[in-house]
C-alpha cells in the first residue's frame, strides 16, 4: 500500500473529514485513483501561528461577508475542523500525532483547486489560464481511522507502507 506524508494539522484535520482534499502542485497517477492510502503525519513542527489564525479564522473572527469569504477559501468544514486546529495551537490541549501513520483513506478523481474553491462558494475570477496552473485537489475519501497511530518515518511524494513483516525485520 502507498503512504503519503502530510504536514500536522492538515493530516488529522483529513481524518476528522473537515479536509475533504488534500492540495498538491500534481495529479495523482492513474494508477492511484480509487485506491486506499496511508495517511502519514509529519514529523515536522506545526506552525502554531498559522493554526492559530486559521482556528480564529473559522470561528467567525471578523466582519461579515468578508470573513465568510476568507473561511470558504480554507476548504475546510469548520465544526469538524475546529478541535483539532485547538489541540494544533493550544499548548495545553492533548498533542496531534507526529512521524505516524494515523489511517487510510481512497484518492477520488483529482480536480483543479479552481473547482474545489466554487465548490466551497469562493467567487473564481474569469481568467481560463489559472485552471493550468492551480493546485490539483485529491478527494480524500472512504476515511478508516486507525485506533492507535502507528509511529513511522515518512518521505516525500507516494512512498511505500512496509508489511508487517518488513516492520518487525523479517521476510516472508
Known sequence: M????IYQ???SLIMVGAKPYEFRGWRPPASMIGQRIVIHASARKIDREEAS???????GRGDGDDARLIAAETCLHAEAALPILGRAWMP????????????????????????????????RANDS?????????????DIDVWAEPIPMR???????????AEVIGGAP
Not at 489559472?130 to 475519501?141: I, K
Not at 515518512?154 to 508489511?163: H, S, V
Open 2 to 5: 502507498k503512504a503519503l506524508t
Open 9 to 11: 494539522p492538515w493530516a
Open 53 to 59: 489564525g486559521l482556528y480564529n479564522t473559522l470561528m
Open 92 to 123: 495545553y490541549r492533548e498533542k496531534l500525532p507526529m512521524a505516524a501513520g494515523l489511517g487510510t483513506a481512497v484518492i477520488g478523481e483529482p480536480k483543479l483547486g479552481t473547482a474545489i474553491a466554487e465548490e466551497f462558494g469562493v467567487p
Open 129 to 141: 489560464e489559472r485552471d493550468q496552473h492551480a493546485n490539483w485537489g485529491w478527494p480524500m475519501l
Open 154 to 164: 515518512g518521505m516525500q511524494g507516494l512512498w511505500n507502507w512496509p508489511t508487517p
